[in-house]
């Protein structure tokens, strides 16, 4: 029987839960405080006001009361939604079905209307966002074991184990994945080390897709393998490792050039758009946030001496702004002494913090 953990560190400006099973990670959920307000969450459930019918795109847009982010109820072929024809300014109730995903907006389910008074806000939030509210900090290894599967579940690289490497580019239109040997050693026999493989790779890709909260259309290119029956059990293996995740997965037949197509469910946004900008390099707030970590852990070895923390200028900029009030959470964990200087050469991603 498998062994399942949950490890949830509640660090300033967002609290990280992973899901472990037998010691590997396998779900990711984070919530940021900069959230609040701003981005319709899976599950959440709001009264809301119709803004806009737009019968050619065969859907509504409704305000959220989030500023520019607005939400998407689909009509039917009549331009109902549940046999209601809606019209604009109406309030309703809506509960959000899948996050904002590549500019896409959130997209909503009716569940009744009109809305109570006060409408647009959000109502209730899923039960588990709820309880992460009430998460602790964690003790600093388990915070560093954290940090370092976020980091690995932005990367385009990931390992197979056993050896071999998934290389993992998602675009507007699919999730692309690439099955690659690298260094792997194993059976002399070709084929029977392909299929190995290829059988590692699947459950890989499955672990993958669900750390780094990626859906929609995925295509993965397999080792080639000349016997059919060999594809099919790469398919079986692929199909029994995502027998249990919870976005619904729909896998295919491998087709003639070693590529299996399938679907999955794209509730939450993906991780790397929350956490890195266009150009794949980390947000300004993800390397603050990964430096108020720094600091806390430098503090707490180094009990009442100044904590220093030299930083890029845009990251910097992020923290003097303080839009989601870390000035007084740090001040409650280590009291006022730190100090930030910005390094005007530096590259965002670089991370400087020592006690004085």
């Known amino acids: 029987m498998s062994a399942v953990e949950t490890w949830i560190d509640a660090a300033i400006g967002e609290t990280r839960q992973v899901l472990v099973r037998d ?3 396998i779900m990711l959920h984070v919530t940021r405080w900069s959230d609040a307000g701003k981005r319709a969450l899976w599950g959440e459930a709001y009264a809301a006001r119709v803004r806009t019918v737009d019968r050619r795109r065969r859907g509504c847009f409704v305000d959220l009361g989030l500023g520019d982010e607005h939400g998407f109820l689909r009509l039917d072929a009549q331009g109902r939604v549940k046999g209601r024809a809606l019209a604009e300014g109406q309030g309703v109730v809506v509960r959000v079905t899948r996050e904002a995903v590549r500019g896409k907006a959130a997209v909503l389910e009716l569940l009744a209307e009109p809305a109570p008074e006060g409408a647009p806000r959000r109502l209730q939030r899923p039960e588990c966002d709820s309880d992460l509210e009430a998460a602790t900090p964690s003790e600093i290894e388990a915070r560093e074991r954290i940090d370092d599967i976020v980091d690995a579940s932005l990367a385009h690289i990931a390992p197979i184990p056993g050896g071999g490497l998934l290389t993992i580019e998602p675009t507007a239109a699919l999730v692309a994945i690439d099955v690659d040997s690298g260094r792997r050693s194993g059976s002399p026999d070709a084929e029977k080390f392909a299929l190995d493989l290829n059988i590692a790779a699947a459950q890989a890709v499955a672990r993958e897709l669900r750390l780094r909260n990626l859906g929609g259309i995925v295509a993965i290119d397999f080792v080639s393998m000349r016997d059919r029956r060999g594809g099919e059990a790469v398919v079986a293996a692929l199909k029994a490792a995502v027998a249990d995740d919870p976005w619904g997965v729909t896998v295919a037949a491998m087709s003639r050039f070693g590529v299996v197509e399938m679907s ?3 509730l939450r946004a993906p991780l ?3 956490f890195l900008d266009a150009d794949g390099r980390p947000s300004a707030e993800t390397v603050a946030l990964k430096a108020l970590r720094a600091m806390e852990r430098e503090a707490r070895g180094a009990r009442g001496r100044e904590v220093v923390a030299r930083l890029a200028p845009d990251v910097i900029a992020w923290l003097e ?3 989601i009030g870390w000035r007084e959470a ?3 964990r ?12 530096g590259v965002r991603e670089r991370i400087d913090v020592e006690a004085v």
Not at 334 to 345: N, T, Y
């Open 272 to 274: 790397a758009e929350r």
């Open 334 to 345: 280590i009291g006022p002494r730190w100090r930030l200087l910005a390094e005007p050469a």
């Open 330 to 332: 740090l001040r409650s």
């Open 264 to 266: 999955r469910g794209q």
């Open 321 to 323: 702004a303080d839009v």
């Open 23 to 25: 010691g590997a990670p």
